[in-house]
């Protein structure tokens, strides 16, 4: 899948997103920042790092630039909780314990516009899955 379901025409020109990886499910204990060139993650019952498996979260923060005006579907898998916004739009919402699950979102941008993004992610028990498109 690419990253944006219906825009083959998306020419990356970035190397990917800032990662900043956490020890608790708050976003306040980081302990590691690196740019990750997808977020396709499957950790199984481990974890990143040397964080404790169960109780990690990962912010992914950037920007997206379309070819196209034209609306755009984001999706993603997650198992725990996982949010996504697109120029400030909350887009995925599904901040919950579950077992890997795809949502979608979907968002109208612009050609040649730059928009931020931010994923957040949670792990807190089983599995551990992450992964945006």
């Given at each position: 899948?690419?990253?944006?379901?219906?825009?083959?025409?998306?020419?990356?020109?970035?190397?990917g997103?800032?990662?900043?990886?956490?020890d608790?499910?708050?976003?306040?204990?980081?302990?590691?920042?690196?740019?990750?060139?997808?977020v396709?993650?499957?950790?199984?019952?481990?974890?990143?790092?040397?964080?404790?498996p169960?109780?990690?979260?990962?912010?992914?923060?950037?920007?997206v630039?379309?070819?196209?005006?034209?609306?755009?579907?984001?999706?993603?898998?997650?198992?725990?909780g996982?949010?996504?916004w697109?120029?400030?739009?909350?887009?995925?919402?599904?901040?919950?314990?579950?077992?890997?699950?795809?949502?979608?979102?979907a968002?109208?941008?612009n050609?040649g516009?730059?928009?931020?993004?931010?994923?957040?992610?949670?792990?807190?028990?089983?599995?551990a899955?992450?992964?945006?498109?």
């Amino acid at each position: 899948r690419s990253s944006l379901l219906n825009a083959p025409t998306v020419t990356p020109s970035g190397t990917g997103l800032r990662a900043e990886y956490f020890d608790n499910l708050d976003f306040t204990n980081r302990i590691a920042t690196r740019t990750d060139a997808t977020v396709n993650f499957n950790w199984g019952t481990g974890s990143p790092y040397t964080i404790a498996p169960d109780t990690f979260s990962v912010q992914w923060t950037g920007q997206v630039q379309p070819r196209f005006t034209e609306t755009y579907t984001f999706y993603t898998v997650a198992d725990d909780g996982v949010r996504l916004w697109v120029n400030n739009q909350l887009v995925i919402n599904n901040w919950s314990v579950q077992a890997p699950t795809e949502r979608r979102g979907a968002i109208t941008l612009n050609a040649g516009q730059r928009y931020d993004i931010r994923l957040e992610y949670f792990e807190n028990a089983g599995g551990a899955v992450a992964q945006l498109g």
